[in-house]
């Protein structure tokens, strides 16, 4: 079927730690994909993207890595801050050729707690 | 720049009552977005225009009318709500779809109640 869903609900990690947060999608015809961040009361925000034809690409203190072979996506994020506390959503952008537009799918999220 | 502005921010509402939420955006773009948030369910693509004067149904779009009359704003109507649209609802524009614009910018959202 057409879903995005991730590994893990929730995931702890300390503080200065690295995190890893995963994802999976079904679609083979999606051709980009996305990571937002969402904090408590407000609106998921752009992290980091990916296309389809890449298997890494970096930013500041994020990774998005992408194995098309076993549909798989993960968010690294190094040395994890108080401040990277929030739900991690992955997209997946998926062509629909017969209406000649596209529809972006999104996971259902995963919590990132960081302690200290 | 504002980006994305949701109005207003919370809002309870009695079954069969009516209500508009307003989107603006001002950074000019060419897509919006409304989408529904529910516990466990991810984000559920309402409604969304390719443009101003257009519209276009997403997953759920019962119970639920929109309209784009300027660019810059999108604007969702209930025109009899019900308990099962209690939700936070999302709206988002991004600048155009393909070649790399496909972000979405989101507003902070719209926390609504159906009693």
């Known amino acids: 079927g057409e879903s995005v869903g991730l590994h893990l609900p929730t995931l702890s990690v300390q503080e200065g730690d690295n995190s890893i947060i995963n994802c999976a999608y079904s679609?083979?015809?999606?051709?980009?994909f996305i990571w937002y961040k969402q904090e408590s009361g407000k609106g998921p925000q752009f992290i980091i993207d990916?296309?389809?034809?890449?298997d890494k690409r970096q930013g500041q203190r994020v990774t998005v890595l992408l194995n098309k072979t076993v549909k798989h996506l993960s968010l690294q994020i190094a040395a994890t801050q108080p401040g990277d506390s929030a739900v991690y959503f992955c997209?997946?952008?998926?062509?629909?050729?017969?209406?000649?537009?596209?529809?972006?799918?999104f996971g259902t999220g995963t919590r990132l707690q960081v302690f200290p | 720049n504002a980006g994305v502005t949701q109005t207003p921010k919370f809002r309870v509402l009695k079954t069969g009552q009516s209500m508009t939420l307003l989107c603006a955006q001002d950074?000019?773009?060419?897509?919006m977005y409304w989408y529904r948030q529910d516990p466990g369910m991810g984000l559920r693509l309402i409604h969304y225009?390719?443009?101003?004067?257009?519209?276009a149904k997403g997953e759920v779009p019962d119970g639920y009318n929109v309209s784009r009359l300027k660019k810059q704003n999108f604007l969702l109507g209930l025109e009899s709500a019900a308990p099962s649209q209690t939700s936070v609802y999302f709206c988002?524009?991004?600048?155009?779809?393909?070649?790399?614009?496909?972000?979405?910018?989101f507003g902070s959202g719209t926390q609504l109640s159906v009693l």
């Open positions: 679609n083979s015809a999606s051709d980009y």
């Open positions: 950074m000019n773009h060419e897509y």
């Open positions: 988002a524009s991004s600048l155009r779809r393909g070649t790399g614009n496909e972000k979405l910018f």
């Open positions: 990916i296309r389809s034809n890449m």
């Open positions: 997209a997946e952008n998926m062509r629909m050729e017969s209406y000649n537009t596209d529809k972006l799918i």
């Open positions: 225009s390719v443009g101003e004067g257009t519209t």
